[in-house]
C-alpha cells in the first residue's frame, strides 16, 4: 500500500506529533510504513545522540542509534505480546508489525532532544519531547491495539518494565546492562 498523497514520513510525524487519530491509523495498515518508521527511530536517536555529544561523543551517537533500534523492535513486540495476550480489550487485534510502525512513529516528538546542545533551555527541551513521546506512545498502543487508553497505558507500563529487563539480560554478556539503564 502506498502513502496516501501528502503522507510523507514528515507529514506522519507531524499528524503523530499532532495526535491526529487518522494518522496513527493510516501508519497501522500501511506495511510500506515499518521502513519509515525505522527512519523515525533513527532520526530521533541521531537528535538525541547530537544533542548529547558534547557529553558522549560519537561512540554515543553511533551506540544510540543501534541502541534505540534494538530498544524499539524489543519494546514493540513486547507491547504487542502484552496488548494481545496479558490484558486485551474486548476489540483488540493487532499484528506484530502493526506496532513496530506506529511505535517508530511514536517516537517522533524526541527529535526535540537535538536541543541539548544549548544550555538551560536544551534540556528543558529535551524533557518536553520525551513527555510528548510518552503520551503519543500511549495513543499509538491505543489506536494499534484497539483499546482504552486505560488499557494502553497499563500495555505501555508492563511493556516498559518487560522490555527494560530484556534488553538488560541481553546486554548484561557485554558487560552494558549499566550503561542501558542509566
Do not use: H
Not at 82 to 94: E, N
Not at 144 to 166: D, F, N, Q, Y
Not at 174 to 179: C, K, M, P, R, S
Amino acid at each position: 500500500m502506498q502513502p496516501a498523497v501528502g503522507s510523507s514520513i514528515v507529514d506522519r510525524m507531524i499528524g503523530v506529533m499532532k495526535l491526529d487519530g487518522p494518522t496513527y491509523e493510516e501508519i497501522e495498515r500501511d506495511r510500506d510504513a515499518t521502513t519509515q518508521a525505522l527512519i523515525v527511530v533513527a532520526i530521533v536517536a541521531a537528535a538525541g545522540g547530537i544533542g548529547a555529544i558534547r557529553d558522549n561523543g560519537i561512540s554515543g551517537l553511533i551506540g544510540g542509534i543501534v541502541g534505540a533500534i534494538i530498544g524499539w523492535i524489543i519494546f514493540s513486540f513486547v507491547a504487542y505480546f502484552v496488548g494481545t495476550r496479558l490484558i486485551p480489550g474486548k476489540y483488540t487485534s493487532a499484528t506484530p508489525g502493526e506496532l513496530l510502525r506506529v511505535m517508530g512513529f511514536a517516537q517522533a516528538p524526541g527529535v526535540l532532544s537535538v536541543f541539548g546542545l544549548i544550555a538551560i533551555i536544551g534540556p528543558l527541551l529535551a524533557f518536553v519531547g520525551a513527555i510528548w513521546g510518552i503520551v503519543t506512545a500511549i495513543v499509538g498502543l491505543k489506536a494499534a491495539l484497539e483499546m482504552s487508553t486505560g488499557r494502553a497505558i497499563a500495555t505501555g507500563l508492563i511493556a516498559a518494565i518487560l522490555s527494560g529487563i530484556v534488553v538488560a539480560v541481553i546486554l548484561l554478556p557485554f558487560g552494558l546492562a549499566a550503561w542501558a539503564l542509566a
